[in-house]
């Protein structure tokens, strides 16, 4: 486990259900008594909400400069947030990390992955996730859950988040262990059973 606490991630396509099973997990632990710290990137923090706003609502931003923004929200944010969480004890759950930037900014933008995830490497001080749950989607799916809303990346083209969607499950295929890879279109209940178990085993059964 990261420091003192664990540090849960949860990645997947636009759509795929994360803010949904977050918060069901986050009850669900502190239910259990559990301390939760509840966060997302990009914009777990105030530097972060206005780099979250030009990243996602802001004009066009060069593939170079989206994947440096992402890494510089990363790097505020871990270090003010997420590591003081875990040197509290807290379980940190957290929507997006730095698997986001390897699939959408690696794959999705056609920048040398290897290079993204050394930048987030760098930017964390080379904090990994105990655990990170993939919700698998497949991009129409995602899409149509989204509905009208879509920001500057949800507006990609289909083969865009394909190559998101295939650069997620080849991470998870690399670290088997260190993934729990759901099918994002089974019913929220399902989805939410199958997380706690594997949260319940990681933590040594919060209950
Ligand atoms: N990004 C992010 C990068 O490019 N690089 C990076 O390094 C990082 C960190 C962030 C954007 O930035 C990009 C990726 C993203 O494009 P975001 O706020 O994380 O944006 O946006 P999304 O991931 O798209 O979040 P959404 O809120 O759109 O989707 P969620 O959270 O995955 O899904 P959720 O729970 O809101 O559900 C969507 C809808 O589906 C329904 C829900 O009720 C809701 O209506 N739903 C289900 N319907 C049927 N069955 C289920 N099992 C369902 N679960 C939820």
């Known amino acids: 486990m990261s420091a003192a606490g ?9 759509g795929a259900g994360k803010t949904t099973q977050i918060e069901a997990l986050a009850q669900w632990l502190r ?4 301390q939760v710290t509840l966060t997302r990137e990009p914009g777990g923090t105030a530097l972060g909400q206005q780099i979250r706003q030009l990243l996602l609502h802001g004009d066009h931003v060069e593939p170079r400069a989206e994947a440096l923004l992402f890494a510089a929200d990363r790097a505020h944010h871990v270090a ?14 957290q929507d997006r990390y730095f698997d986001s ?8 933008r056609d920048l040398d992955g290897a290079d993204v995830l050394h930048l987030s490497l760098w930017a964390t001080r080379e904090l990994h996730p105990d655990l990170t749950v993939l919700l698998d989607v497949d991009p129409s799916v995602g899409r ?17 988040h394909s ?22 279109a089974l019913p929220r209940e399902v989805l939410a059973d199958a997380i706690r178990e594997r949260v319940a085993a990681a933590l040594g059964d919060p209950t």
């Open 6 to 14: 664990s540090f849960i991630v949860f990645e997947g396509g636009d």
């Open 80 to 93: 003010t947030v997420v590591r003081p969480a875990l040197e509290r004890g807290d379980v940190v759950v």
């Open 101 to 108: 930037s390897v699939a959408y900014q690696g794959e999705g």
């Open 144 to 160: 149509a859950r989204r509905g009208d809303m879509h920001d500057r990346l949800e507006r990609e083209a289909d083969d865009f």
């Open 163 to 184: 190559r998101v969607r295939h650069r997620f499950l080849a991470l998870a295929q690399e670290a088997p262990e260190r993934y729990l890879v759901l099918d994002a």
């Open 31 to 34: 239910d259990a008594g559990r």
